[in-house]
């Protein structure tokens, strides 16, 4: 939700990998509403989530695939109980470098909610999870908002979370916050 500007007309691009090359798999649709959710609250990041309706239907390639949606009690026992799930985007690959121009990819580990509660002087909502490192290592970081986090369950991807915020990008001690989908299946449905 963080992310999302209703002023501003905008389009999204599926299948792209490099945005400084054409590649030939990319397929750019036009937005025709978007909901971001009613209990969003911009200074804590509470509910960050929006959903965005495209103008036509999307066809599935090789470069355009989906991830699926899971049922929250599956996401919630054996999803979220996995070692780790996959963060991508186009966002910056350092704390305060420069965004991406490649699609990056990055697995990061589940921490564990006391932990993760612990690590951090702002809140976290019963409706947030904790990813990453305890090392300063590697993190998603700005530009990633509104990313997908998924995990991987016997061959099927399913969305877990939404890149949502951190403190700085990749600090030792402190992980990627993200939007817990399993608590807005109904939402979203």
Not at 21 to 28: A, R
Request: a neutral charge; aromatic letters at 10%.
């Amino acid at each position: 939700a963080h992310c999302m500007n209703q002023s501003l007309s905008t389009r999204v691009v599926l299948g792209e990998f490099d945005t400084l090359v054409t590649e030939g798999h990319e397929v750019t649709h036009d937005v025709d509403e978007i909901l971001i959710h009613k209990n969003y609250m911009p200074d804590t990041y509470h509910n960050d989530i929006a959903l965005i309706k495209l103008n036509k239907p999307i066809k599935f390639t090789r470069f355009i695939l989906p991830a699926c949606l899971p049922e929250s009690n599956f996401a919630e026992r054996v999803l979220m109980r996995q070692e780790e799930g996959i963060v991508s985007g186009f966002g910056r690959v350092r704390e305060g470098g420069l965004q991406s121009t490649i699609l990056q990819k990055l697995a990061v580990p589940y921490i564990d909610r006391g932990k993760c509660i612990e690590s951090s002087k702002f809140k976290i909502s019963n409706r947030m999870f904790c990813a990453g490192y305890d090392q300063e290592e590697k993190d998603a970081c700005q530009g990633d908002s509104g990313g997908p986090h998924v995990t991987r369950y016997k061959n099927t991807w399913f969305v877990t979370g939404v890149v949502s915020w951190g403190e700085g990008c990749a600090r030792k001690g402190k992980y990627g916050v993200y939007t817990q989908v399993s608590k807005y299946i109904q939402w979203i449905q």
